[in-house]
């Protein structure tokens, strides 16, 4: 489970401080799959990062599976997060010099998992992509791209994923047989989702759809 208790976040613009969440409270149970819609610049991005441990609160705490980001230091919040925690991005955040095999096989490695290689073998076979092992990333599509790193997102077996406008930067069709895969995927290993989107369709999938605006996530 994840619990946000009483979180606060606010950047230093010039001399304002710009706040962007206020005593937020939210809980996600153990394999449901959460959709987050809200307008440009509305700070659902910084929610992810957050949660991720990527920034830091300036009060309140995060907990997922019983441990406190707050009961953690930089090392140890770094491992926790690589053990524990997926990412998909709009951008794919592919390493350009690596293959597509070797690119899904950087968590397992992280995480001093037995052999990575077979692994990320058979989850690059179960996305389509096993005749595209040792292509470069400037070597596929987009849609090759993002199954390529959703792969790479569940390769750990993560406790969560988390995703930023993971269909984003594809077109429709793409898209949706892209998320396809995803959500097959998180639904067989009952994996938590926390999705970041503008697109109702794609929202529609998750249990539970939150609006954020000012700071406040409201269901829809």
Known sequence: MLTLQSLTKSYHQGSQDIEIFKHLDFVVEDGQHIAIMGKSGSGKSTLLSLISGIIKPNSGDIILNDTSYKSLNERELNNFRATNIGFVFQNFHLVSYLNALE?????AKVCNMDNPKEGATELLKSVGLSHRLDHLPSELSGGEKQRVAIARALIHNPKIILADEPSGNLDDETGRAVMDKLFELIEANNTTLILVTHSKEVA?????IYELHGGILKLC
């Open 103 to 107: 690119n899904v096989m950087l968590p």
């Open 204 to 208: 529609l999938r998750c249990e539970k």
